[in-house]
């Protein structure tokens, strides 16, 4: 698919972005676009209504949809009760996320099928690289850190976090932005951060978290993405699930422009990973659609779209059971972790 940057809601002047990211060891500090950006937010509205009116898809194309969603889902336990038992559970459900017996009517059963990844703080890393060890299974974990959710602890703390994760295990780190820093227009200071989390993360991908619900407007959520990105992102993420407003369509919407024009400027693919609050079958199809039809199918695969979810999961394989079965499961059909 050819990506066109016609439909841009935004104006972003000459082409200033070095196509190098900031990796460990290079600087590429180029932020005066970031002062022209402006957001249509009547277009954005309009774009998001449109995603949301879209027909999804029925019958078998519903369960094989859902299944690709399914394979982008990181899923995800942040609780402050998290114990080596509940994060077990989880990865064992990451492992076979649907039923064996409903895969195999459907012939889906030799595929394959996990979840992305797994998603857990750092003090649970350790627990999920074991549980996943002794599975045999080469599943990645991922690891919130920088003090998530609200970033504010100091910033020797929050590397020192990033190192441990890895350290234990992690191969995706999930950092939050410093939201101080983008609402009062630090941008650099902000890039500067993002470049040295970088560099902690050394191998291991870096997603990062706008927490747009905290970030005021459209225009500052365009700005934090494209700093994001120049600052070395492999993924940017909307929410951590803890912000009063998580993944919304309208602010997807500006999230994946942006990662459009940085890909047509670049010719570097960003990931974008809508996390927080999604809870239906339904609403994965539908982001599913939003990523077809804006970033197109190149984007739809694990390496560049993830579903952040703790219990998306669970409607999934019960949509997947009726699809099966014509009957809704009860829920201790479908044990979730
Ligand atoms: O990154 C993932 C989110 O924290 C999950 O949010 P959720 O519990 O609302 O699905």
């Known amino acids: 698919m050819t990506l066109s940057p016609v439909h841009s809601f935004y104006f972003l002047g000459p082409l200033l972005i070095s196509t190098d990211h900031c990796r460990p060891g290079t600087s590429h500090k180029n932020l005066e676009l970031i002062s022209k950006v402006r957001v249509n937010t009547q277009a ?3 774009r998001a209504q449109h995603i949301q009116g879209q027909k999804i898809p029925k019958k078998q194309w519903q369960a094989a949809w859902l ?7 990181d899923l995800t336990t942040l609780a402050g009760d998290d114990t080596p038992s509940n994060v077990h559970r989880l990865c ?8 064996y017996d409903l895969l195999k009517k459907i012939d889906m059963h030799s595929k394959g099928i996990t979840t ?3 998603c857990v703080y750092p003090s649970r890393v350790a627990d999920a690289v074991t549980s996943l060890k002794a599975a045999n299974s080469s599943l990645p974990v991922a690891s919130v850190a920088t003090g998530f ?17 890895v350290a234990d295990g992690a191969t995706e780190i999930d950092i939050v932005i410093n939201r101080t820093l983008a609402l009062t227009g630090q941008w650099e200071a902000m890039y500067d951060e993002i470049c040295s989390f970088r560099e902690a993360c050394g191998d291991a991908h870096m997603k990062t978290i706008l927490a747009i619900g905290e970030l005021g407007t459209f225009t500052n959520v365009y700005k934090a993405s494209l700093v994001a990105m120049m600052a070395g992102s492999d993924f940017i ?7 009063a407003v998580n993944a919304t369509y309208s602010v997807a919407i500006v999230m ?13 693919k960003v990931g974008f990973k809508p996390a927080g609050g999604i809870r239906t079958a339904q609403e994965s199809l539908l982001w599913l659609t939003l990523i077809k039809e804006e970033l197109g199918n190149d984007w739809l695969c694990p390496l560049l779209f993830r579903l952040g979810a703790s219990s998306l999961l669970a409607d999934i394989e019960r949509q997947i059971y009726h699809h099966v ?11 979730m972790a």
């Open 44 to 46: 954005v509205l309009k």
């Open 67 to 73: 299944l690709k969603a399914v394979t982008c889902i």
């Open 92 to 99: 064992m459900k990451a492992i076979q996320p649907i039923r």
């Open 116 to 118: 992305a990844a797994v």
């Open 149 to 165: 959710p609200a970033g504010q602890t100091p910033l020797k703390t929050r590397l020192e976090e990033v190192r441990m994760a």
């Open 237 to 243: 993420k909307t929410s951590t699930g803890k912000e």
């Open 256 to 268: 994946v422009r942006a990662i459009r024009d940085y890909f047509l400027r670049t010719g570097h």
């Open 325 to 335: 079965t014509g009957q809704y499961a009860a829920y201790h059909e479908l044990p």
